[in-house]
């Protein structure tokens, strides 16, 4: 079996394993319909991060985005703070709902493509960038706002994206699905997919092959920073606020989810479908973790441990495959 079958039934078993545990432990209620749209509701926040984190690291050269999170934030406040001058909420719910995806998409281009300028054109390795720019989309969400969270009010629209389940599946995670299918093709099908996955894999082989690495640095970064905004719409369509400090595990988290799904930190490699398992596994098993009771600190250094773990084993995994010097 392909190594690339190999891993998606592996987490497949890894989502059936931890239901059934939840099951054992938790009671009934832990995998009836109700919960198990909660679940479902919460994934796409973590899993569009994620998505970011897995182009950035397919990308090669030690790609990494840590300002996710931090993008997602300031999108949503940007908006909310220039669509509210613009709109009432209470005259055109509507109007304002797709006007505030709008304008939060947009910061989040905007946010995206400064990552990928600074990377390809300034020199600096992504994790120094998306850093710098992780502190600077902070300091200007917690500017805008005095570092006070911002309520959206009730909006329908917006309530009903965030919460509301057709056919038993919430619409924000109907969107996760088709975004990570939409993704999943371009990186398999299209000229783009390919020319990234050959410059994660051999930089110098893409270059003598013609492939403008500058471009597609920005135009990968870019997309995680559209990724991001989509991700911080959900975000306050879910809890109908918007706030600068939000998710602040969520840059480990991301990391965690991509490299559990089977991207490779060295770049060149990644399967969305992986990405995409991973992502439903953590989320179990944090929703697992809440019905047992445990702490949320002992979450978050499970989380860590987990993902040295994950990135020891790739390492050594990896020396394994490297032909003999001898």
Known sequence: MPRADRQTVFLALINVIVLVTGALLAGANFIDSYNLQIMAAQV????????????????????I???GIALANLSGIVS???VRALIVPGDDPLLFSWTFAGV??????VGGLLNGIVIAFAGLTPLIATLGTQLLFTGVAVWLTNGSALS????PPLDSFGNLPVLGVPLCFTLFVVVAALIAYVLRYTPF?????LLGSNAKAAHYGGIPARRMIVITYTICGILASIAGVVIASRNLSVKWDYGSSYVLIAILIAVLGGVKPEG???KVLCVLLAATALQILSSLFNFLGISNFFRDLAWGVL???LLASARVNFSIWLPSRQ
Do not use: C, Q
Not at 48 to 60: D, E, K, N, P, W
């Open 193 to 197: 997919g390919v020319k990234l996955m």
């Open 268 to 270: 060149g490699y990644g």
């Open 80 to 82: 909310f703070l220039v």
């Open 65 to 67: 985005d840590l300002s």
């Open 152 to 155: 959206l009010g009730y909006i």
């Open 44 to 63: 796409p926040e973590l899993g569009l991060l994620a998505l970011g984190v897995t182009l950035a690291m397919i990308s090669g050269n030690g790609g």
């Open 307 to 309: 993902l040295l773990a």
């Open 104 to 109: 939060a998409i947009a910061v989040g281009l």
